[in-house]
């Protein structure tokens, strides 16, 4: 077990820092068989250590804290980063879908809280964003609102990022944009 650990860069360590985790939706299904109905449980949660990496996976199994244990385990493995400015926000405005479900989220002053609805919810706190405004379309199904929520998260960059792929200076990034309304500005007068 411990040369398994190695391998994987583990050394000796805990397995992970401690992360929150949210469950945001348990469901009963159930499967006919030759001799009746076998019923089971469905969980979705989602798992984030609320500093910028977040995650959600989906477990199923015939009793409900099983299930959860598998959602969590699924979620750690799913995580990602998500670059926040000033720890506490988005950088820009995103949108996302799966399926039927669309979102739009857009990054919010100091103060504003989270405004969205049930599984974006889940989503933002366990990111750790404390400001942003969202608003979901189509499906309510908390499935394709969370794959929504990430694929909209999922397509976030910082300044940083930006300059890095277009091999500029943050500076240089930061500077046009703000000088692309006043040329527009111009070009009305």
């Known amino acids: 077990m411990a ?7 583990g050394r000796g360590r805990d ?8 469950l945001v939706a ?18 979705l949660v989602v798992v984030g250590d609320q500093k910028g990496r977040v995650g959600f996976g989906k477990g199923k199994a ?5 299930a959860i244990r598998k959602a969590n385990e699924a979620a750690k493995r799913a995580m990602f980063r998500v670059p926040l400015r000033e720890g506490r926000t988005l950088h ?4 996302g879908h799966a399926g039927a479900g669309k979102i739009v989220m857009r990054s919010a002053p100091q103060g504003t809280g989270i405004i969205a609805g049930g599984p974006m919810r889940a989503v933002f706190e366990m990111l750790g964003v404390q400001d942003v405004v969202a608003k979901s379309t189509g499906s309510q199904n908390p499935y394709a609102m969370i794959h929504a929520t990430i694929d909209a998260l999922k397509f976030q960059a910082s300044p940083r990022m ?5 091999g500029k200076k943050v500076a240089d990034i930061l500077k046009k944009g703000d000088e692309a309304p006043a040329s527009a500005e111009t070009a009305e007068a």
């Open 162 to 166: 930006v300059a890095q792929r277009r």
């Open 62 to 66: 015939k009793e409900v804290p099983e």
């Open 3 to 9: 040369r398994e650990d190695n391998r994987r860069g």
């Open 26 to 43: 348990i469901n009963r299904v159930s499967k006919t068989v030759k001799g009746g109905k076998r019923f089971g449980f469905a969980a």
């Open 92 to 95: 820009h405005d995103g949108s």
């Open 15 to 22: 397995e992970t820092p401690e992360f929150a985790d949210r």
